[in-house]
């Protein structure tokens, strides 16, 4: 039986897990698989930096193609995978073709979810953010005085809402919910993000849903509202969420529940398959969740090659995110799940504050809106498992480094 392991997924996590593997001196045979004809790269910079053009995607690439060939890892561009064959260990390739493994890693990532072709989601001009095709095809709709409509208001959506009006173009947001960030934030980080937005000449609407596109010759021209409204628009980013990529799974008779499900080593119910990053349920304090983030994706792989290397240390995730809008940094250290009470604290500089997240007398998790030292302090905490007293951190004259001392 071959030793060989195949990655499905060439993004974040499949290129961490064979270079980690690599870098520990495992020379096992490697096969990436990638459904995109590029090598793999850096997803963040494409909705902003590569979007602004103020980087090309060369510098967006994890390695050079003479990287793959001296580590001996064979990457195959342009190839998605149809099927698994867990009986007699094979991936089967959309052109009919087999590739045998000795161990699979699934790092299929999630996909963007569309709008229905019912109210307009397949007019032209709709569009979703993930990849290099989607930034591809935004660069040349994304003009001055174009009118733009985000659908979602998530960090996707506010985040492509920063890069719109840097280009100039008329930008109006729309949240289902009664308030934006309502799934993944605190009302307090809310609030000060659509300040910041609304000062950049944002228009936000909360509470107001979609109720169809309208086009004209295929082409996306107006938007109606749920309240009535309808509003011109000349093209449409939808930001309402990912799905994640477990179908292969799902039909290969593997544990999926939102994704796939897998143990704190990454393997799912399949001992010779595991799976990581946006597509991978894992336990969290008692509750089954994915942690979409790029720091999760880097180090769930790299907790999986140093199992597949010998090593029995369990992966605990210590989870961290971040968004770049305009001039404002948001880091955030933990993850709130769970909380009960925030307490929000000043910042040092003007237009800087952090939100401190609690479930009981425990800190969970820190927001930080321009404030640094409020991030590495609160995540300084949470890696070592303590908390901190709400009214010290509420008190913008308590030093924060007394917390760490």
């Known amino acids: 039986m071959t030793e060989r392991l195949v990655i499905v997924g060439a993004g974040q996590a499949g290129f961490a897990l064979a270079a980690k593997l690599r870098a520990l001196k495992d020379d096992r045979p490697i096969m990436l698989l990638g459904a995109e004809p590029v090598l793999p790269y850096q997803r963040p910079p494409l909705s902003k930096k590569y979007l602004l053009g103020e980087m090309t995607f060369d510098r967006l690439m994890f390695r050079p193609e003479t990287w793959f060939a001296e580590n001996e890892v064979?990457?195959?561009?342009?190839?998605?995978?149809?099927?698994?064959?867990?009986?007699?260990?094979?991936?089967?390739?959309?052109?009919?073709?087999?590739?045998?493994y000795g161990t699979l890693a699934l790092a299929t990532g999630a996909t963007p979810r569309r709008l229905p072709a019912a109210i307009g989601g397949d007019l032209d001009g709709v569009?979703?953010?993930?990849?290099?095709?989607?930034?591809?095809?935004?660069?040349?709709?994304?003009?001055?005085?174009?009118?733009?409509?985000?659908i979602g208001g998530g960090y996707i959506g506010l985040e492509a809402a920063a890069v719109a009006r840097k280009l100039g173009l008329d930008v109006t947001l729309i949240e289902m919910a009664d308030r934006i960030l309502?799934?993944?934030?605190?009302?307090?980080?809310?609030?000060?993000?659509?300040?910041?937005?609304?000062?950049?000449?944002?228009?936000?609407?909360?509470?107001t849903g979609l109720t169809r596109l309208m086009g004209e010759e295929g082409r996306v021209r107006a938007a109606e509202l749920a309240d009535g409204r309808v509003i011109d628009v000349d093209m449409v980013i939808v930001g309402i969420g990912v799905s994640p990529n477990d179908r292969l799974a799902a039909d290969a008779g593997l544990e999926v529940q939102n994704g796939i499900v897998v143990d704190s080593f990454g393997r799912t119910s399949d001992p010779a398959i595991f799976a990581m990053g946006d597509c991978a349920v894992q336990t969290w304090k008692g509750e089954q969740v994915r942690l979409e983030s790029v720091q999760n994706a880097v180090d769930q792989a790299e907790a999986v090659a140093a199992t597949m290397a010998g090593s029995s240390e369990p992966y605990r995730p210590k989870p961290w995110f971040w968004s770049d809008q305009y001039d404002v940094k948001l880091q955030i250290?933990?993850?709130?799940?769970?909380?009960?009470?925030?307490?929000?604290?000043?910042?040092?500089?003007?237009?800087?504050?952090?939100?401190w997240y609690f479930q009981g007398d425990a800190l969970i998790a820190v927001d930080a809106i321009n404030d640094a030292k409020a991030y590495v302090t609160g995540k300084k905490l949470l890696d070592l498992g303590r908390s901190a007293d709400p009214v010290m951190i509420e008190d913008p004259a308590f030093d924060l480094k007394g917390l760490i001392a």
Do not use: Q, W
């Open 74 to 100: 064979d990457i195959r561009l342009s190839t998605p995978v149809e099927a698994i064959d867990r009986e007699k260990r094979v991936v089967k390739l959309f052109d009919g073709s087999d590739i045998a």
């Open 333 to 355: 250290a933990g993850f709130n799940l769970g909380y009960d009470r925030t307490v929000l604290r000043p910042g040092a500089r003007e237009g800087s504050l952090s939100i």
């Open 127 to 150: 569009y979703t953010v993930r990849d290099k095709a989607d930034a591809d095809r935004l660069t040349t709709e994304m003009k001055p005085g174009h009118k733009l409509l985000i």
């Open 182 to 207: 309502a799934r993944v934030a605190a009302r307090e980080t809310a609030d000060a993000i659509r300040a910041i937005h609304e000062r950049e000449g944002v228009r936000i609407h909360e509470k």
